[in-house]
């Protein structure tokens, strides 16, 4: 930096970056399209990349917090679903349940039966807070 020259504020900094010649010309194209300075979109690449990082920090402090209390749905359940998904006999979404165990949600045209063998032993032997799992 020129010794004359001085950040905008005492709070910001001047920092240089080199950039190829491609990503330079289409950077060059969309600040053009948008109607902006290259500067201008170059000043707020990296406060919008540090709002995201944080946005997505805060939200995996969440699913950890929602795992230690036990607000999750298993694998197993998930797979089931995903599997039913555009068939015949589609399954509900399967809900965060108590105890860290999802509540099942019996539909008419998905009977206990229809799951994979391990699957209903799975379920058949899973009692507890939520209480028994019932066929239907």
């Given at each position: 930096?020129?010794?004359?020259?001085?950040?905008?504020?005492?709070?910001?900094?001047?920092?240089?970056?080199?950039?190829?010649?491609e990503?330079d010309?289409?950077?060059?194209?969309?600040?053009?399209?948008?109607?902006?300075?290259?500067?201008?979109?170059?000043?707020?690449?990296?406060?919008?990349?540090?709002?995201?990082?944080?946005?997505?920090?805060?939200?995996?402090?969440?699913?950890?917090?929602?795992?230690?209390?036990?607000?999750?749905?298993?694998?197993e359940?998930?797979?089931?679903?995903?599997?039913?998904?555009g068939?015949?006999?589609?399954?509900?979404?399967?809900?965060?349940?108590?105890?860290?165990?999802?509540?099942?949600?019996?539909?008419?045209?998905?009977?206990?039966?229809?799951?994979?063998?391990?699957?209903?032993?799975?379920?058949?032997?899973?009692?507890?807070?939520?209480?028994?799992?019932?066929?239907?």
């Amino acid at each position: 930096m020129p010794d004359d020259a001085t950040p905008p504020s005492p709070a910001m900094r001047i920092v240089t970056m080199e950039m190829d010649a491609e990503d330079d010309a289409f950077l060059e194209g969309v600040t053009r399209n948008m109607g902006v300075p290259k500067a201008e979109l170059l000043r707020e690449a990296p406060r919008d990349h540090a709002a995201g990082q944080r946005r997505d920090m805060e939200l995996i402090r969440k699913g950890l917090r929602d795992i230690e209390a036990g607000r999750t749905v298993s694998h197993e359940d998930i797979a089931a679903w995903i599997d039913s998904l555009g068939t015949e006999h589609e399954m509900p979404r399967p809900e965060r349940g108590c105890a860290g165990r999802p509540r099942l949600r019996a539909t008419p045209t998905r009977c206990f039966a229809s799951f994979p063998a391990t699957t209903r032993r799975r379920r058949a032997s899973s009692s507890g807070a939520c209480g028994p799992l019932r066929e239907h």
